[in-house]
């Protein structure tokens, strides 16, 4: 198979684990690394490098320097280097930083969902896929900053990214395991097809429980459809004991692999089976054949594509985000902004794509007025 080049832009803790794995293959992939600290890159790169070196693989990678918030810069990059995919990690403020919060602080403030720290996510990828059409090239790019929204928020303009990774991928190892035990199966003879939007996925991972919020779940053994003899809600519960798993940073493993099977099966053209957010700027998460084109939904034969999109739809709602307009205009849901209004003094009830950027800074000052008060 011809190598491919890949583009990874960001190097923070999802990216540094999808650049140690990537790094761990035969395969004779071209890869470049980009961020802001060179000298961080230099040795991050380096330490990834020299430790597949340690394992046996020869990796082709090197390092750029490159600020994804100056739009040509980037797109010169990008031009010169001529990736066939993109990783992008790129965020302005990560999820995960609330979770250093005090225990209780960070639980009230986490009550708030994902959906209204969204500027944070979709700025920095909005001027990447700015960059991305600059150029002109036919360059696939995989997004991990909460793809579930982002993306399709740049769908309404042109520029979404080609998938997702993450949310709805991570918790399907778990679930997996938890069915193969209830089943008395063999784990490789298991299989499942899970539409569900971040929301539920986070809940089923950390709650066992999916909050409420509409999700689509087949299980097969060997092919053939076993979900009736599965009590979910026991299936789930199993998240939370015997399956239970590291989050936060720690968590950001599995995130990783995620990403790493989504890049493996792009670059390799595999059309493996895999789930991922997103594809093709649909909102939330889905089961889908990869290949180098991206991510095709796989439906089961009692859901439609237009349900599969409804219910992520609905779910995006419990996660802070009340709908997307045509322009991609944003409304957020009362609830959860009300929760950011009262712990952070931060408010927003509606957001143009060209107000993210704005918006993103108020909120970050926010926060870091509102964290110092528990340092």
Known sequence: MEPKRIMLIGLGHVGAHVLDMILRTHL???ILVAGRNQQYLHQRTNLSALSAIQLGFYPDVNYIELDVQNIEQTAHTISVFKPDIIFSSVSLQSWW?????PKPVFESLDEAQ???WLPMHLTLVYKLMQAVKQTGLNIKVINASYPDVVNPILNKVGLSPTIGIGNVANVIPGLRSSIALKLDKSLEDVEIRLFAHHYVSHRLSHLGNAGGAPFHLTALVNGENLTKFLDL???FELLTTKFKRLGGLDGMLITAASATTVINAMANNTGKIIH????NGLPGGYPVRVNAQGGEVI???????????HLNEEGQRFDGIDKIEEDGTVYFTDKE????????????RKMTLLESEDIANTLRIKYIEFAKKYR
């Open 28 to 30: 004779t992939h071209k």
């Open 97 to 101: 930083v609330i979770t250093k919060l």
């Open 114 to 116: 994902l959906g209204p």
């Open 233 to 235: 809600n026991t299936v």
């Open 276 to 279: 991922a957010p997103a594809p």
């Open 299 to 309: 439906l089961p034969d009692d859901l439609t594509l237009d349900k599969a999109i």
């Open 337 to 348: 902004m009300n929760i950011m209004k009262y712990m952070l003094g931060y408010e927003c």
